[in-house]
């Protein structure tokens, strides 16, 4: 089955410093990616949508200066959390659309685990 | 736009009892509907899915769901829990007419009781 693997797992980070966070569909083309992130015990909130070689479509409330989202090619997709504070610190999880697929399924990644110190 | 409604932050059944766990989404244009389930710590692993053929949809691990249109729901159930379902389980919903993003419920949390 189409495979998203996300790195690293985890980090930890202190504040100020940047953390790039790559995410890659493994067995299939993704055009689209797309970023969430989750808080403790609640839902996924939509960041933003990726698309390969184009500029990522932020949802609104979403500092696009600080989450920087590169799709630069059809496996690979980053977002890089830029002067980390500790309020980023959440779960990040992305998703890849696989195109040819019925219904446009997403398959998620893993998810990596930012805390900020 | 659409939305997705779970009720129930909460659900907590008996080993071996019916799963039921309520989604109701709403739309404006044909949905397709997914239930997801997230384990501490992991992603999400896709449970099923609906996109406009069978109403009835039966999905991994002895899941399935229905896909109403007159009640605007797609409520997950399962016949008998087993220790190994106690996990998160999110309903979600997207536009079948194009390459939209997938739009969450707050989720549902469901316990096992041995």
């Known amino acids: 089955g189409a495979v998203v693997s996300q790195h690293p797992s985890r980090v930890i980070c202190k504040s100020g410093t940047s953390v790039k966070i790559e995410c890659r569909s493994l067995?299939?083309?993704?055009?689209?990616m797309f970023w969430y992130r989750q808080f403790p015990k609640q839902s996924l909130m939509l960041m933003a949508t990726s698309n390969e070689g184009s500029k990522a479509t932020y949802e609104q409330g979403v500092e696009k200066d600080k989450f920087l989202i590169n799709h630069a090619s059809l496996t690979l997709s980053t977002l890089t959390v830029t002067s980390a504070h500790p309020e980023d610190s959440s779960f990040y999880i992305c998703s890849a659309r696989d195109a040819e697929g019925v219904g446009y399924e997403q398959y998620f990644g893993p998810g990596t685990r930012l805390t900020v110190t | 736009a659409q939305s997705v409604t779970q009720l129930g932050s909460h659900v907590s059944v008996s080993e071996g009892a019916l799963v039921l766990l309520r989604c109701n989404y709403s739309?404006?244009?044909?949905?397709?509907l997914f239930w997801y389930v997230q384990y501490p710590n992991q992603g999400l692993q896709l449970l099923l899915k609906?996109?406009?053929?069978?109403?009835l949809v039966k999905g991994i691990n002895g899941f399935e769901a229905e896909f109403k249109k007159s009640e605007t729901s797609f409520h997950l159930t399962k016949p008998s829990a087993h220790m190994s379902d106690a996990a998160e389980y999110f309903c979600a919903v997207s536009e079948s007419s194009g390459n939209t993003p997938l739009v969450f419920g707050k989720g549902t949390r469901l316990s096992v009781i041995a």
């Open positions: 609906y996109t406009s053929a069978a109403t």
């Open positions: 067995d299939f083309q993704a055009t689209t």
């Open positions: 739309s404006s244009v044909p949905p397709y």
